[in-house]
């Protein structure tokens, strides 16, 4: 795995959005809910949650809707309005993060699940690869998630 540099950079399909990550991401992981699904019109979504401060993003050019979830959370949803490449997510039950989709950094050679979300909901021939974190549904803490990620990539590389 390649190690983790920062800042990172990343943006839209179509180039019009550019942003930077500037403080190591907290941990990264797939989500197999049916949400996650729609939306990225695949198998899976992927979450990469920042600190809010460690993004470089105008977030105010970018297209937004809110969504709810069935459990009643909301998030707002960051999108390009020209390409409509999915960029941010941000959870209003944790407005000091900010969940970077991590398809969309220029440098994707290191991106791996630490753990994989919502399995109960996942497609029956989807198997997560071996020593990552299974959840059935939700976990109730992502402490062990950070955990992983820390263990990984502990201190920023410049």
């Known amino acids: 795995m390649t190690s983790l540099r920062l800042p990172m950079t990343g943006g839209c399909q179509c180039g019009r959005h550019r942003y930077a990550v500037t403080a190591r991401p907290l941990t990264l992981y797939a989500c197999h809910c049916t949400d996650c699904q729609t939306h990225s019109g695949s198998l899976l979504g992927m979450s990469m949650p920042v600190p809010r401060t460690g993004l470089e993003a105008d977030l105010d050019n970018l297209g937004s809707w809110v969504k709810t979830a069935a459990n009643g959370r909301t998030v707002k ?82």
Not at 123 to 149: C, H, I, K, M, N
């Open 77 to 158: 949803i960051s999108f390009c309005t020209d390409c409509g490449i999915r960029l941010f997510h941000e959870p209003a039950r944790n407005p000091a993060i900010v969940n970077v989709k991590p398809g969309t950094l220029d440098d994707t050679s290191w991106v791996a699940p630490i753990g994989h979300l919502w399995l109960d909901s996942a497609q029956p021939w989807f198997e997560p690869p071996a020593g990552v974190l299974r959840y059935s549904g939700q976990p109730t803490s992502f402490d062990e998630l950070f955990s992983r990620f820390y263990a990984m990539f502990g201190t920023d590389e410049r």
